[in-house]
T-cell receptor
């Protein structure tokens, strides 16, 4: 079993839809949870950064962390074609920059 | 503020050769981490350098090595290249205190023939 599990998709939604992406993990030492967006042939771009459990909202993006269930989510409201990319969840422990990534979910938002 | 830069962006090598990749972190960032990204394995941590010292290391063979200079710029080296080393090599920088997150460069795409 992988340390971080993420459904690779692909996921296709119509423009304006709410998108839900999620990851599960097994290592209880993880305390920092990130979501990155990666366009084709580009480096990952940080979208959301959350410490421990809770919700964080930034514009159309909401990140949720449930440490008791070892489950994290990213919601995208009013999705746009420009949101079409691969979304990677990542997590790490305290004082440790060894990030563990999910496989990435490829999202397509159709106009 | 300029982002993380990586050179070269693309590289073609043959089996058995060695390669050196370079990464310049965001100004003020002292930690540089390297990752390998492949379609089959995804993003995997190679190693992290902080203040010219390797602080963490992933599960890669000794053919993969790195170093960091006093200006925080980092290089990674892969010796005796194998076909399976073909990948996107990404470098990420952070301030270095451990709690903050990392910012990625555009990557170097390496093709081994």
């Amino acid at each position: 079993q992988k340390e971080v599990e993420q459904d690779p998709g692909p996921l296709s939604v119509p423009e304006g839809a709410i998108v839900s992406l999620n990851c599960t993990y097994s290592n209880s030492a993880f305390q920092y949870f990130m979501w990155y967006r990666q366009y084709s042939r580009k480096g990952p771009e940080l979208l959301m950064y959350t410490y421990s459990s809770g919700n964080k909202e930034d514009g159309r993006f909401t990140a949720q962390v449930d440490k008791s269930s070892k489950y994290i989510s990213l919601f995208i409201r009013d999705s746009q074609p420009s949101d079409s990319a691969t979304y990677l969840c990542a997590m790490k422990g305290h004082n440790n920059n060894d990030m563990r990534f999910g496989a990435g979910t490829r999202l397509t938002v159709k106009p | 503020k300029a982002g993380v830069t990586q050179t070269p962006r693309y590289l073609i090598k043959t089996r058995g050769q060695q390669v050196t990749l370079s990464c310049s972190p965001i100004s003020g960032h002292r930690s540089v981490s390297w990752y390998q990204q492949t379609p089959g394995q995804g993003l995997q941590f190679l190693f992290e350098y902080f203040s010219e010292t390797q602080r963490n290391k992933g599960n890669f063979p000794g053919r993969f090595s790195g170093r960091q200079f006093s200006n925080s710029r980092s290089e990674m080296n892969v010796s005796t290249l194998e076909l399976g080393d073909s990948a996107l090599y990404l470098c990420a920088s952070s301030i270095g205190q451990g709690q903050e997150t990392q910012y990625f460069g555009p990557g170097t795409r390496l093709l081994v023939l």
